[in-house]
């Protein structure tokens, strides 16, 4: 299958490992993948998998959110036309082209997934749940258009689903941690005890 995975890089959070994982795990199976990504050169550190990358224009980035030039959207176009993948993977939030996604996979007849990484709190939390419910409300009217919208936990699947996106597009897939390559070493303090 060939996929072409929108996601990032850098500045390192979360979301670039779960891309820099995710992409690894799928290239291990034998997919073909494209990493397409904002950056203005292609020198990344050695961990990430040997694959086709494109290079979208920005003005600004940050952990957070970037900022696209005008050219970003023609360029991501182009570069799926060329591709031509089996499926687009848009590894969200990235930038105002989250939102301009659903239109160009339509127009090139391409099913678009989205992994929406913003958290949300849920009951008791203050500030930080508000700021996170206005990113669920600002989305869900855009996520109504990808074909499948992959969450990690049933509260965002339900908050989702009560702003209009189909509950059957919605996949829960919590996160995990493999546990052979992240799993402690042997440790002297353990066996003092």
């Known amino acids: 299958m060939r996929i072409a995975w929108i996601g990032k890089k850098s500045p390192f959070c979360g979301n670039v490992t779960y891309s820099r994982e995710i992409t690894n795990a799928l290239l291990d199976r034998g997919h073909q993948v494209s990493f397409l990504h ?22 600004y980035k940050s952990q957070v959110y970037t900022i696209p030039t005008f050219k970003a959207t023609k360029l991501l176009t182009e570069s799926l036309r060329e591709i031509k993948p089996d499926v687009v993977h848009a590894s969200l939030t990235l930038s105002p082209l989250d939102f301009f996604l ?73 996160n995990g941690v493999d546990t052979v390559k992240y799993s402690p070493g042997f440790s002297q303090i353990k066996a003092e005890f």
């Open 38 to 59: 904002f950056a203005q050169e292609d020198s990344e550190p050695d961990n990430w998998p040997n694959l086709r990358e494109v290079s979208l224009p920005f003005i």
């Open 102 to 174: 659903p239109e160009i996979c339509e127009e090139l007849r391409l099913p678009l997934i989205a992994t929406f990484h913003t958290p949300f709190a849920g009951k008791g939390a203050k500030l930080v749940s508000g700021t996170q419910l206005l990113a669920y409300q600002l989305y869900a009217p855009f996520l109504v258009n990808y074909d499948r919208v992959i969450v990690f936990s049933q509260i965002q699947r339900e908050l989702l689903a009560g702003m209009g996106v189909r509950e059957e597009n919605i996949a829960v897939i919590p």
